[in-house]
């Protein structure tokens, strides 16, 4: 290990003993050897969901076009601070040319004529009939439509999975939600989704027909009352009826008959949504197109930060589980020492082009170590430390294991933390930022409240008993 620099091994970060690895638990797919990227990137569709919805506020239902313009070309100076990182940090990165297409084509968005139209909903609800049906309206719109069918809501995995779908709707101008009837708690969740988006929005109670006119009232008054008043109703392919005719001879005759779509109320609402707000629709859409794109930039220099810091927190998780195994201390005296390693602060606060003072770092360290006091983690971390190296006598009555191996894996948890910290940092338009302590600490106690599992930990104490007693049997987790 390199150790030419200032790294204060007391300052053990225990205050992020259980964060960040428990809150991303459900989202890692395989753990492995703790890689830091297992940890940090999670599904793509995911985080840009996320972060879009972090950003909702930018997207405001009564925003002048004025107002999305001035932030549209703010988001389009940001990417483009983000995509210039990105050259400067991995000049060679593939993604580069793909991000720097993007944004071109995104200044050609506002002249844009065509109106995109998403139609969405789960499995036959009538999706492909209502675009053909729309298709076919005349008069709909003075400007040319374009109709996108999504996959089925509710119905696959992957590259068609909801979260997909949803990101991909945000490139729409207007969604058409369709459903058959009451909407479903699942249903309900999307559209709920969509709403926090700003995402334009026509649910669609369509195949109305196929229930009697007390039910069909009951149904639309449902999904008015759930939606805020936003709906539709249609039958755009009814089912056949019959058609009796008594002739003159007595004679009955019978035939099933195809009824004409009833569309009149969609077409007149989406009618006069395109006739009022087309511009302002091509102006929200190019907006959050801005945002997914500068939130895909974001997440490309996120990995690749990520990547430089993964050795930076191997090295001080070791030389911390080092320190603590030949010395040991209760973990309440090194709590009250410090609670992270400072010069591991400075490193990766200078990877994430932070500017933070070894003072700073220091100020951290305390700030998050009385935190965690209060919080309690203290005695919950040696606690399951010394729960699982009681399966194996020989690791367990070495002297200093349990707090060897606390060390390393509170050290790692601190620098997997910072990490979380500095990614969800905006970048800088001139220099960097500086940290902020209040939002370290909210941060921390809002995750941590969300998840306290510990099943990671146990891969971890292998890991950490091989590196302090590398002769001695592996530790057999039961």
């Not at 991303?24 to 599904?43: N, R, T």
């Not at 909702?56 to 009564?62: G, P, T, V």
């Not at 999706?127 to 076919?136: A, E, R």
């Not at 302590?437 to 971890?460: C, D, G, W």
Request: aromatic share 6%; proline share 3%.
């Amino acid at each position: 290990m390199n150790l030419n620099k200032p790294i204060l091994l007391g300052g053990l970060g225990l205050s992020f003993i259980l964060w960040m690895l428990n809150s991303w638990y459900d989202s890692i797919v395989q753990v492995g050897e703790f890689s830091l990227l297992s940890a940090v990137v999670v599904g793509g569709g995911l985080w840009l969901l996320n972060q879009n919805q972090a950003q909702a506020d930018e997207l405001l239902d009564d925003i002048s076009v004025e107002n999305a313009l001035a932030k549209l070309n703010e988001g389009i100076a940001k990417t483009e601070v983000i995509i210039h990182q990105i050259i400067q940090e991995a000049v060679n990165h593939p993604q580069i040319k793909t991000l720097q297409d993007q944004l071109s084509q995104l200044h050609l968005e506002l002249d844009r004529q065509e109106i995109q139209i998403a139609v969405t909903g789960s499995k036959s609800v009538g999706k492909s009939t209502v675009i053909q049906t729309l298709k076919n309206v005349e008069g709909l719109s003075k400007h040319s439509l374009h109709f996108v069918e999504t996959s089925p809501l509710f119905a696959e995995i992957g590259e068609n999975s909801d979260l997909v779908i949803l990101s991909k709707l945000q490139t729409s101008d207007v969604v058409l939600f369709l459903t058959n009837g009451d909407l479903t708690n699942s249903e309900f969740q999307v559209w709920q989704k969509l709403k926090a988006l700003k995402q334009p929005t026509l649910l669609v109670f369509n195949k109305q027909d196929q229930y009697i006119a007390e039910d069909r009232n009951i149904i639309l008054q449902s999904l008015q009352q759930k939606t805020g008043g936003n709906v539709v109703a249609t039958a755009v392919s009814p089912l056949p009826v019959k058609v009796k005719k008594h002739e003159t001879d007595g004679t009955i005759q019978e035939w099933m008959e195809q009824p004409a779509p009833n569309i009149q109320e969609l077409t007149q609402n989406l009618g006069q949504i395109l006739s009022a707000q087309a511009q302002y629709l091509v102006c929200k859409t190019t907006l959050r197109k801005v945002l997914l794109l500068k939130a895909e930039a974001k997440n490309c220099l996120n990995q690749i930060r990520g990547d430089r810091s993964s050795p930076i927190i191997e090295q001080n998780q070791w030389i911390a589980a080092a320190a603590a195994f030949a010395n040991p201390l209760p973990a309440l005296d090194i709590l009250a020492t410090a609670a992270i390693n400072a010069q591991m602060v400075v490193d990766l606060g200078n990877i994430y082009q932070q500017k933070i003072s070894l003072e700073q770092a220091q100020q951290v360290a305390a700030t998050m170590g009385s935190l965690m006091l209060k919080l309690g983690l203290v005695e919950l971390s040696t606690k399951a430390v010394t729960g699982i190296l009681k399966t194996n006598a020989i690791t367990f009555v070495a002297g200093g294991v349990v707090e060897g191996v606390s060390a390393a894996y509170l050290t790692r948890i601190a620098g997997l933390s910072l990490v979380a910290y500095f990614e969800q940092q905006e970048i800088a338009l001139e220099t960097g930022n500086g940290l902020n302590l209040e939002k370290l600490r909210q941060v921390l106690q809002t995750v941590f409240q969300q998840n306290q599992r510990m099943a990671i930990l146990e891969t971890f104490v292998k890991q950490g008993v091989k590196r302090l007693l590398p002769d001695t049997k592996p530790v057999e987790v039961v």
